[in-house]
Each structure stands twice: as structure tokens, then as C-alpha cells.
């Protein structure tokens, strides 16, 4: 039997194309594209194409306004320290309750440093972002705005443009965590008031270790590494070139397969969740149903806990998430379903279906299959299920 693997907002599976195409940068290619002897000028060569890969994919105006990094992480970190950096008279951030812990770990390291004042704005029980409260945290004090294009949980995507509109009305930079919006929606930075980008390899089908931050070319921004003069001076360390060719031919296949991610990927998602929420009870879908991720899924299963599902689910070999993978292991829910009011019965049965193009109508199939008897033999256990209401007429998030 076929192991499922419905975790891609986790990791990705690397392209067996792009796999390919980057052995070569470990034997053959081995060059340092800072050399000027034949070495090094093939290597400059082949990053120089990559450049243009991932410049198509983010509809940037120039490919200088890419500076490889590390992966998602280290551009979050770098966007956000540069902006506190660039523009020494203004200390405020804003970001959301939300985001990714790349940028509110460090939002709340600053915080406790003195380094800087944090707006943290909510959302609603949808996940929608509170405008009036994004509104009103602006001001001449913020250095930076740090909201993410769509949530790595609920796949909730934020109205990024028109947030950004509003922080350059206050002249703050603005810096956007896309790293589950690459390569999954479109992307055309050329014209957009986004100031800062971060993106990763490993979600899109390339590997570990690499990333990306887009820079608006006149954008003001400092550097987090300092010492040779790679990437412009803006990223010091020689470059990962097998990651930099790697992360160029994933986002050409990634624009490749965007309308199939919108289109196949989005017809597996909605079938799993159709039938999940036809087949069991006290269920409903976490996350904004009209402006979503195509690939997906987040169910909160009310009166069982997701580790229990989970396991089961591993047992019948499905792999899916409780949320995020930082928080798994602990028994606090989720700080997004937090942040979003779900109930406590609710947030804690919570899981994540995420899907990609390796998936195929029969993993469907199988988690269509299992789940509902799994979560029949969880409840029969459950002291809660006993007296819970199951006219179903259950919690279901409505706007506020
Ligand atoms: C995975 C992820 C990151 C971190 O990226 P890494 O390359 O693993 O450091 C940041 N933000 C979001 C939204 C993510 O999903």
C-alpha cells in the first residue's frame, strides 16, 4: 500500500526535474560564481538563468531584486530586521496574530530586547484580517508592516495588495511572508506597492536550505549578513548554487503547473472536504471558504483530539498536520485557530489536508475511506461526544 502524503504545506517533495537539473552544480559545475576563470563563469551563467526563473515567477521588474537566502526563515528575519535598520527613526511593527513564527518569534524577541513596539492585529472567525484594527496600528512610528500573503494552516489568503497600499500611505516599508502563496497563485510584483518578499525552496518543490527575499529595486534595506560581496552585498556567503539552479527550475514548473494547482489540486481538496463534512458529524471547515489556497484544508473536528487522529490516520499510512508542525508535540492549539476564536472543543480536533501536484484522486480515496470510522471509534471514547449536540446544528464561524 502507497504511503498518502497530504503534508505539503509542511515540505515538498523535490521535482525529480528538478533534481536533475541541479546535480550537476555538485560535480561537474562545481565552480564559485564570484570566480572570473571558466569555472566560475559557467556557474555565474546558470545562476544568472535561475535569477530570470524566479523573477518570471514573481512578475518582479528586475532579477537584481532577488537575494537568495537560506529559505523562509532567514528572509522573514532579514526583511523585518533590515526595515527597523533603514529607517532609524521609526520603531513600530505591525504584523498579524497569525503569522508564521519566522516573524512573530522575532517580533516578540524585539519586543522583550526594547528594540521595537509590535501591533498584533487579529482576525476574525474566518481568519479575515481586522482592517480597522490594521488601520489604525499605522502611522509615521512603523518601520514595517509583516503580513503574510496566505496562511500555512488555513490557506487563508490576506487582500496583500491593498494592505500594502494602506502602510505606503505611512511611508513604512511593507514585507510579505509568501512563502505558501508562491508558486500556488499568481504573483506580479512589477506594479505592487510590496516592498519585501520572502519565499521558500522546499515548499515549491525544491530543496531545503534555499530561499528567496524580493527587494523592490529603491527600496531602502541592510543587510543581516555582512562579508563578501555575493548577491550584491546584500546577502554575504558564498551562493548555494545547487539550491539557487534548483529553486530557478522549480518556480519554471511551478508557473507551469499553477493553472493545474488551480484546477486539479483545487478538484482533490473540495472533494475530500465535500465528503468529509457529508460523512461526520460535528465538523466544519477552519479558514475564509472565498478566498483560500487551492490546495488547502483544514477541518476542526469538534469533541476529539487531532494527535489522536493523526496517529490513526499514520497507521492507515496517511500523513496530514494538526496546524503547524512547530506546534505539534505541544498541547496548546494552534495560535492561528486561537486567534481566530475557534472553540476549544473544535481547535484541538483540528486537522490539515494539504495537497500538491504529487497527489493523485486515489489518496482521496483513501482518507475519504478511513477517516470517518476513525473518528467514529475517537468519539466513543470521548467523555465530551457523550453530551455534545449532534442535531447538527454545531459550531459553524460566522463574520462577526
Ligand atoms: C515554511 C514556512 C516558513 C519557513 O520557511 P523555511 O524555509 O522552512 O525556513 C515561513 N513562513 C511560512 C508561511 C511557512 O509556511
Not at 532579477?63 to 537568495?68: A, G, N, S
Not at 482592517?131 to 503574510?148: F, G, N, T, W
Not at 496566505?150 to 505611512?170: M, R, W
Not at 473536528?301 to 496517511?318: C, D, K, Q, S, W
Amino acid at each position: 500500500m502507497n504511503a498518502v502524503y497530504l503534508d505539503n504545506n509542511a515540505t515538498t517533495r523535490v521535482d525529480p526535474l528538478v533534481v536533475e537539473t541541479m546535480l550537476p552544480f555538485f560535480s561537474e559545475q562545481f565552480g564559485n560564481p564570484s570566480s572570473i576563470h571558466s569555472f566560475g563563469a559557467s556557474v555565474g551563467a546558470a545562476v544568472k538563468t535561475a535569477r530570470a526563473q524566479l523573477q518570471g515567477l514573481l512578475g518582479a521588474a528586475h532579477d537584481h531584486e532577488i537575494i537568495y537566502t537560506s529559505g523562509g526563515t532567514e528572509a522573514d528575519n532579514t526583511a523585518i530586521l533590515s526595515a527597523l535598520e533603514a529607517l532609524p527613526d521609526r520603531n513600530e511593527i505591525v504584523t498579524s496574530k497569525v503569522e508564521h513564527p519566522a516573524v512573530l518569534a522575532l517580533c516578540q524577541h524585539l519586543e522583550k530586547i526594547g528594540r521595537a513596539k509590535v501591533h498584533y492585529i487579529g482576525v476574525d472567525a474566518l481568519g479575515r484580517i481586522d482592517i480597522e484594527a490594521y488601520r489604525a496600528a499605522l502611522s509615521d512610528k512603523v518601520a514595517v508592516v509583516s503580513l503574510m500573503w496566505a496562511n500555512n494552516e488555513t490557506g487563508t489568503i490576506f487582500p496583500i495588495e491593498g494592505l500594502a497600499d494602506l502602510a505606503k500611505e505611512h511611508g513604512a516599508l511593507f514585507h510579505t511572508d509568501a512563502v505558501q502563496a508562491v508558486g500556488k497563485v499568481p504573483i506580479s510584483l512589477k506594479d505592487s506597492a510590496i516592498d519585501m518578499l520572502s519565499l521558500s525552496g522546499h515548499k515549491l518543490h525544491a530543496p531545503k536550505g534555499i530561499g528567496a527575499l524580493y527587494v523592490k529595486r529603491g527600496a531602502r534595506f541592510k543587510p543581516l549578513l555582512r562579508g563578501g560581496h555575493q548577491e550584491r552585498g546584500r546577502r554575504a556567503g558564498t551562493e548555494n548554487t545547487p539550491g539557487v539552479i534548483a529553486l530557478g527550475k522549480a518556480a519554471e514548473l511551478a508557473a507551469l503547473h499553477m493553472a493545474d494547482e488551480q484546477t486539479r489540486v483545487k478538484g482533490l481538496r473540495d472533494r475530500l472536504e465535500g465528503a468529509l463534512l457529508q460523512r461526520i458529524p460535528n465538523c466544519f471547515v477552519n479558514g475564509d471558504l472565498n478566498d483560500r489556497l487551492p490546495n488547502t484544508c483544514n477541518i476542526a473536528f469538534e469533541y476529539v483530539e487531532g494527535e489522536g487522529i493523526l496517529l490513526h490516520l499514520t497507521r492507515a499510512g496517511i500523513a496530514a498536520s494538526s496546524g503547524s508542525a512547530c506546534t505539534s508535540g505541544s498541547l496548546e492549539p494552534s495560535h492561528v485557530l486561537r486567534a481566530m476564536n475557534i472553540p476549544f472543543t473544535a481547535a484541538h480536533g483540528s486537522i490539515r489536508f494539504s495537497f500538491s501536484r504529487d497527489n493523485v484522486p486515489e489518496d482521496v480515496d483513501r482518507v475519504i475511506d478511513v477517516l470517518p470510522g476513525i473518528l467514529e471509534k475517537l468519539r466513543e471514547l470521548s467523555p465530551f461526544w457523550s453530551n455534545a449536540d449532534k442535531s447538527g446544528k454545531e459550531f459553524k464561524p460566522v463574520y462577526a
